[in-house]
């Protein structure tokens, strides 16, 4: 995998947990008062147990700890196991995408 030259999972686990950032919906309003329950909601769960914030590798589909992993340069998170088997600074993956529906 070849790392991403600016986002790490790092910075999202931080902005996750910032009290200024808060969910929005992709494609549609979010009401302020959902916003913020639902960013009440992600800081609990975060609190209780950081590793129940998972991704889906890029590369194998499996699920593994956000703080586990790592993000590629196409966009994509790649799994502990998978960064230890993929060649270094090489992104062979499909770039993901968002279903907008």
């Known amino acids: 995998m070849k790392r991403h030259p ?8 931080r902005e996750m947990t910032n009290p200024e950032q808060r969910p929005q919906a992709i494609g549609r309003y979010t009401p302020e008062e959902e916003s913020i329950e639902t ?16 991704i889906i590798c890029i590369a194998c589909e499996g699920s593994a700890p956000l703080l586990a992993s790592a993000c590629c340069e196409c966009g994509g998170f790649v799994c502990p196991e998978c960064i230890r088997l993929e060649e270094d600074g090489v992104c062979d993956h499909t770039a993901p995408t968002l279903d907008e529906e």
């Not at 600016?6 to 686990?13: A, G, K």
């Not at 960013?39 to 998972?54: A, F, G, S, T």
């Open 6 to 13: 600016h986002m790490t999972v790092e910075e999202i686990f």
């Open 39 to 54: 960013q009440l909601k992600v800081r609990e769960m975060i609190e209780k147990d950081p590793d129940n914030i998972r």
